[in-house]
């Protein structure tokens, strides 16, 4: 009986002018996702103190959601080390940075009507088709200067891209930022986006050529070199298998066993009974060996866009100190690959 | 196009040392559940502000979860006026008033293990059966000390039951609170519970009949009687349909139309396609006539565990003048029914 | 190794004309939600094979889903022995009984245009709020030639309820069949429900107590006195939780520990880490004592309105020889409570 | 009124010995997810009737769920024409027709354990580990064998395999049968799988560079010249966008608008509210587009290994002379490319 009883849990009382890292601190006492919430925050700051390199995985409809400020914050105070991402969180991060907006809308509209006024709907977000189209273009008049007679690694392009938009943006966003932090951005899915699409329209007279497979060995480098590896996933999708996989990618290159990533967190909003790879639990990865079998981790189930505001202002307001001493890795693409700290 | 573009999406920057309600506030500019839940913090403080009388449906194990700080604070603070409750959250709500402890237990453990060991898990929490019995004996002690030629409404008991508690308690709960601040509480499954269970198995000897109908009868003359409602529900289950079911009771009564409750907030977990009372929206409510058709409404999908914390919390601080200011109903229950202010 | 890889799982091959039964048994061999509702269709013949009391508990809009006919051929041919249902299903029967229909109609509709045609909507499916009306004055009338004087059981209640509209019906549905089949129904939150409203509109003339406490005594005998129980969960809600709170009362009743149900099938659309009854696993019921710690159980994620059509089929096809052959329990109610077989 | 009530439902009725076909056919009358799934055969059935290409949109882990037979018999029967899968699905593809297996398992299980067995775990299904990597192996050489100075798009790369396999394997799969019958298969997030991980490893000494770009292109060259297009989706994620972004390609090359897909089934678990691609309905859809105004669409809410296993079956039923009839894409790629019917 004592084996299991060990900790009553804390019924949380409400108290005016909480910090919000006390208020997700003092969760830790109650129970299901509150509780889950308050431990992805624990495992968070648990990952800034030691020598982590710290993988971001992020899906579903993010940027447009209004979380470009959040993954920022997170980017240029080095709360991560890499980031994985769909490719239509980066266009849109793109479109926000060049000044563009998304609107408040509402899913309870005529999507009809909505075509015919110009407007793409993203659940209650609306915006302007044809400001996506000059988006494209943009994406596209950056790509066709760079070498064509080469394929470029997304993770190379994106930080070109980065580069650039540095240069021109209205506001700071992902790519920027992680241009500026030297923080590798990923896309394995990037041809499924409109990146890809500006890139296929004008594929007749000038074809870009994407390495993916290059991405995959960079990642596994990224994770060979690093003492230890941290993981969060916002949603599932090719981001979270992206980084997954690298664990499997090091074990067959090195042909031996790997400890896997010690650090798990995953706010989702699928589940595991559907058998996918999106709604997996830590548990299921520890039998592939990617999640190591002493690994800190946790799943929370939730929107994002309601669990990364609390976490991340948390975070913003607790780590201070652990993100001014932390030890985070420095990629120098240049030449030969290196992790500096 | 103007009529669908006319605000601006915000990107939710990250602030340290920003107050809940502060936050919660600026997440009134991103999108999703996000959104929606800044939008229940503002329909919750707009309820507040007018002659309103709040209806709160709880279902779920949210006292086990820890919740029962939070609601204990809602009824102190009369930001609900009505609780409709399943059994089960009253139950445990009594047991914890009772100096009894909920522990931090863990979903993956060996059930038959814990069934051994007489512990009951409910997710990630436990508890001990053997408490809960003494909890049971606590509820039929105080039951047969009634009149038992006589059936009670639900309303009735649970408030003789508060005021009992409220003389022997070890700590505040909901139905002591709830017996201080006269905010009535029905639950109309009461008999789906510990509390019926309690009263069934010596249900040979001492024949104790509740009396559903007055209950909702009495609701209904709440109802009735008030200005404006507005509802909120955590979860759906019985609480939910039976704070909806007022107006069509209502407009039975009075033989006409009714407007329907004004103000609506539901946090859930379920979702509409599944057909059900539990997951369906307020505009479905519309159609039948229990939610206002020009009402403010919104649904948050979010686990309660998450959602109250940082929701209550804002409340808490943000709505002091508020709740200072607030015309709350005053029930009488004593002879005949009275609503002051 | 050997001990966990035993099975090969079967990929499904497409066959025409197969029975449904043939290739809900073939999809055993699958993974995931498939091979759970494979397993619902072995375990429900299983519980047809031994002498075991069979209890299914309704919850959700599934009358005016269009199961009406399902849950009837399960209570005609026995494949249940008591059902706990919602209100609202009862309700719907009764409104089907008379003759009266539901209709097809769709979410994305103007809600407050249908108010004001007087259509109240479930989901995709629509009904005539006056017909509902007149349903409410039928039972109305039924009630209040009862005899006021007395508490019902909701389990009597409904009895006669079936006794009287299978004079007056138009079709055969749940009341009815139940009545004839002897199969008692009981109904937890009966005033959480039209049947509710229609007694509390003339409760100030009329006064009609359901006696709560009485079904659960009932319960628990029919469950004491059972060589075995099964339990199958349309759902959750209270049925799901009456059910399961049999073996509890029993426990104390006979203040011993009681082996718990034997067989156990849920389809739920539910899921378990919100911490809520509902969705709560069978090895969670099990570190209760409500389910055997061998029981055969299994979980099914899915809607009922696609699962019950290919489960109750496929029964249909394959378990006549079993139906004719079953041992099911008979009870009598008149007098002393008695089991016969 | 009438504009609203036009079609009662018909509740279903339990019959023995009806085919799928005709139970699926009836479940039309009814309500909810069971009404969709109806929907979505009827719906199916009408693409085959017209001169439409048949997008089929593949993820969740559906080969190792034991879809590997349907999917094969989809292809084979010209019940699609174009496949768009995550890599996952056809590495694990590729394992099976190579006459290895899966294995039944359980989520119920230690992980840890697992591991160290060299057991994967994917929900209740298990898998060698170093069976995997043989397939890894095979793959590899396979694709060293090809011309590495130039790029390869998905489409070329499966089709060779697919031919390769199709001479070495144990049992008809989605690969080989798609080589056959001249099936275009894509797979945007190639890299994002163990055919990533196989190529990764042994970058350093061959560089495999895939062209995802020309996928994109000749997918909407695909579209461009079909008459119509219909689009079915199993899940969301990648496969699902890249099929639905084809509307917006055709729309930039041609600098028109175009009508988008003129049919639309989607089986999912998501749900709308979250704000990402894979749970958006169709009718957001129709705002970007991609879907047309007037199509004929349906959502089902079910896990696939559910919902296909009937579906397929009641098509392979029904659809016996629309099969032989119909006129579908044939692809040539040699050379030129072509569409011939």
């Keep these: ?37 308050s431990k992805a925050f624990s495992i968070w700051k648990e990952m800034l103190e030691g020598e982590v390199t710290i993988f971001l995985g992020l899906s579903g409809a993010l940027v447009p959601g209004g979380m470009q400020g959040i993954v920022t914050f997170l980017i240029r105070n080095r709360l991560i080390d890499c980031l994985v991402s769909t490719g239509a969180n980066l266009f849109h991060d793109c479109y926000e940075s060049l000044g563009r907006v998304h609107w408040k809308g509402t899913h309870q509209v005529d999507d009809v009507e909505l075509k015919k006024a110009g407007i793409d709907r993203i659940y209650d977000t609306f915006a302007l088709e044809k400001e996506f189209r000059k988006t494209d273009a943009y994406i596209r008049d950056f790509a066709y200067n760079l070498d064509l007679t080469q394929p470029y690694g997304t993770r190379e392009f994106l930080y070109l891209l980065g580069e650039k938009l540095s240069k021109e943006m209205k506001k700071e966003g992902i790519l920027t930022s992680a241009y500026k932090a030297k923080v590798p951005i990923y896309c394995p899915a990037i041809g499924d986006s409109s990146i890809g699409i500006a890139l296929a329209t004008h594929y007749k007279k000038n074809r870009f050529v994407f390495d993916i497979i290059k991405d995959i060995e960079e990642m596994a480098l990224l994770v060979m070199r690093s003492k230890a590896t941290g993981v969060i996933y916002i949603g599932g999708g090719t981001p979270k298998n992206f980084i997954q996989q690298t664990e499997i990618t090091v074990s067959i290159m090195k042909n031996a066993d790997v400890p896997g990533h010690k650090y798990a967190i995953q706010i989702t909003t699928d589940a595991p009974h559907w058998g ?52 985070f890795p420095v990629f120098d693409w240049k030449g030969k690959f290196k992790i500096k700290r």
């Design 276 to 327: 996918g790879l999106s709604g997996c639990t830590f548990q299921e990865a520890q039998s592939w060996g990617k999640i190591h079998r002493k690994a800190r981790m946790v799943t929370v189930y939730s929107d994002a866009t309601i669990a990364l505001p609390f976490l991340v202002t948390a975070l913003g307001e607790s780590a201070t100190d652990l993100i001014k001493k932390r030890k």
């Design 1 to 37: 009986m004592k084996k299991y009883l060990h900790t009553p849990t804390e019924p949380l009382e409400i108290k005016a002018n909480l910090k919000t890292s006390e208020l997700l601190k003092r969760m830790e006492g109650i129970s299901f996702q509150g509780r889950n919430l």
